[in-house]
């Protein structure tokens, strides 16, 4: 191999010799016998007794006046690594991986291409995996097209073995204060138009066999810019307090992003679950069946910001584990398409879920592209609170549209709360033939047990249909707050079934009444 930039700056140079020596080495050009890679910018690493010839590949510079360097990066090709889509890379990846955590923390790159892999990684402590891309891919393969830009990984180990939220095998594993970022990985043996089979995590926050941490801890892991296309489950946080998952995109099939055991302030934020992966039936039926796009366990203070699942059975799922529920703050987050449920809160934590500006769609669509059918068709609704939950659940400016057969059904003893948000429609059904909705009497919101409070909502739906119900309170229903709307029709609240003593508010409302 021939290499360029071997320039080094040194503090002894005038200030005009070294800013033109650095300058230089901008552009690095490192030629390789398969390929050449170009790199925009100058890796420029730590000084290290290192003696290997990755270490070495890279210009080192000093900023003047002071001894803080760049972190140091190795060529994942200096290991054996080769994108040819044929070559197994488990060997040289382990290899390169090793090396930098040897380094006490390092960048390990991958070049552009398909790099294939027979069995799984491990990124120690401290270390990147890093490929080309700096924003987040996304990539159309729905009708088998090939990715021919950027650094992609393609897994291989694990198919058709069962992997679900207790499951801790991953085709990479990112341990305490290391990242994965840049990159695609390509499920490319998974299912295409049948229905999809396992594989394990593709992204596993975590230490669960304890390999660098006793504890199982891998605080500060983080995933970045990155794609999932067929992958069976995404990505998992499992005792990573303050993980941070940016930027992921594609279409996980199982389960997208699963959260557990994490007691300081995790991070989610622009991530993008989409069919670009596969549409075809029956394939997307198993996903709009069974698949969640995001599974919330125990999480203290989960921060998640700018969110989007198109076509899955729930889309936010809230749930009970062994080591608790969660609370946690939710901006800006989306679900289209979701034919169970938008939300689903099966328990939370007293201090609640809060989610401000969301926007949900929960339907089965008549065509059944992607809602399979007739003779499966569901009854979707929005949001589901179930009898186990004694948390707060509270929606604020957010909106609610598309043919769901209910806004909400609320149970348990927790306060369910609909502050400033839009009730498009609801009462749609899917008849025998599942071509068509009907009407089936459904009210909006079906307050089963708890507490409820719809302030200062609008809801255009309606008219003068004098049938159409708004809030049926049911037996175990304690306190009902239902204040300052505006509606077009005339606002039904029906107390009939409340239990004896329930405390019913209806004041201030904006209907059509005379």
């Not at 552009?112 to 990147?128: A, D, E, N, R």
Request: aromatic share 10%; with cysteine; charged share 15%.
């Amino acid at each position: 191999n021939t290499y360029s930039c071997s320039l080094l700056a040194d503090s002894n140079m005038t200030p005009l010799i070294a800013t033109a020596v650095i300058a230089v080495s901008w552009i690095c050009s490192v030629s390789h016998a398969a390929n050449t890679h170009v790199y925009g910018k100058p890796r420029l690493p730590r000084w290290s007794s290192d003696s290997s010839q990755s270490v070495h590949r890279y210009a080192h510079a000093r900023n003047l006046g002071g001894n803080a360097t760049a972190p140091l990066v190795l060529f994942a090709s200096d290991y054996g690594a080769v994108g040819d889509n044929k070559t197994d890379n488990t060997g040289p990846l382990t290899a390169a991986l090793a090396a930098a955590h040897k380094l006490n923390g390092a960048e390990v790159a991958m070049g552009q291409g398909v790099f294939k892999f027979s069995s799984h990684l491990v990124i120690p402590p401290g270390v990147t995996l890093s490929g080309t891309y700096t924003v987040v891919p996304s990539h159309d393969v729905r009708d088998g097209q090939s990715i021919n830009d950027g650094t992609v990984l393609v897994p291989t180990e694990g198919r058709g073995k069962p992997c679900d939220l207790n499951c801790t095998d991953a085709f990479i594993t990112v341990t305490e204060n290391a990242v994965v970022k840049g990159l695609v990985i390509l499920y490319d043996e998974q299912e295409r138009v049948a229905t999809p089979v396992p594989y394990p995590w593709a992204i596993f926050l975590g230490d669960p066999n304890g390999v660098y941490n006793t504890g199982k801890r891998a605080d500060n892991a983080a995933v970045m810019d990155v794609e999932l296309l067929g992958a069976w489950n995404g990505v998992a946080a499992v005792q990573a307090h303050r993980h941070y998952i940016a930027r992921v995109q594609g279409q996980p099939l199982n389960i997208g992003v699963f959260v557990d055991a994490t007691y300081d302030i995790g991070r989610i934020e622009d991530v993008h679950f989409n069919p670009w992966f596969s549409s075809k039936a029956p394939f997307v039926y198993y996903q709009t069946w069974h698949g969640r796009a995001f599974v919330m366990g125990r999480s203290d203070w989960e921060y998640v910001f700018n969110t989007f699942a198109f076509a899955y059975a729930i889309g936010y799922h809230f749930i009970e584990r062994a080591t608790g529920s969660m609370n946690g703050n939710f901006l800006g987050i989306g679900a289209d398409l979701m034919t169970n449920s938008s939300v689903q809160v099966d328990q939370s934590q007293p201090m609640g879920i809060l989610i401000t500006n969301g926007e949900f769609t929960a339907f089965c669509d008549p065509t059944h592209t992607f809602c399979e059918g007739p003779g499966n068709d569901r009854s979707p609704v929005h949001v589901r609170v179930l009898p186990t939950n004694v948390g707060a659940v509270k929606f604020v400016n957010t909106a609610f549209w598309g043919p769901a057969s209910q806004i909400a059904v609320s149970d348990g003893t927790g306060t369910v709360t609909f502050s400033q948000c839009y009730f498009d429609s609801w009462d749609h059904h899917l008849d025998a033939t599942g071509k068509k909705f009907v009407s089936e009497g459904s009210p909006a919101i079906s307050q089963v047990g708890g507490q409820l409070i719809v302030a200062e909502c609008e809801s255009p739906f309606g008219g003068h249909d004098d049938t159409l119900k708004h809030v049926v309170l049911g037996p175990g229903a304690s306190k009902s707050i239902i204040t300052s709307n505006i509606l077009a029709g005339i606002l039904s609240v029906d107390s009939t079934n409340a239990k004896k003593g329930a405390k019913v508010i209806v004041a201030n409302n904006a209907d059509d009444s005379t």
